[in-house]
Nanobody, 123 residues
């Protein structure tokens, strides 16, 4: 059973930065995705990274502002978020999928989910 633990959320002013972390043991063979859900909205994919870290993908809304990376030695995946906007406010979740890269944007293929971390962008 894989357990994912997110950290790094908080309150930040527009234009600021945060780095989210997703820690787990034994997830080196999984695609890792970051998703977010704002109040009253559906959960949406933000970014994902392949099992070896060689492939990354971003939603259009965060492209150029967010960077995903993974440190296999530390069993951690990071989401660096820069130039944050109020519309980035949401609960952010990391998730792990064993189904491969081709299904990376399909929520239902992610077997394991973290508990979520709140990100609030407000002045």
């Amino acid at each position: 059973q894989l357990q994912l633990v997110e950290s790094g959320g908080g309150l930040v002013q527009p234009g600021g930065s945060l780095r989210l972390s997703c820690a787990a043991s034994g997830f080196t063979r999984y695609v890792i995705g970051w998703f977010r859900q704002a109040p009253g909205k559906e959960r949406e994919g933000v970014s994902c990274i392949s099992s070896r870290g060689g492939l990354t993908n971003y939603a259009d809304s965060v492209k150029g502002r967010f960077t995903i990376s993974r440190d296999s030695a530390k069993n951690t995946v990071y989401l660096q978020m820069n130039s944050l906007r109020p519309e980035d406010t949401a609960v952010y979740y990391c998730a792990a999928s064993s189904m491969g890269w081709s299904t990376r944007w399909q929520n239902q293929v992610y077997n394991y989910w973290g508990q979520g971390t709140q990100v609030t962008v407000s002045s």
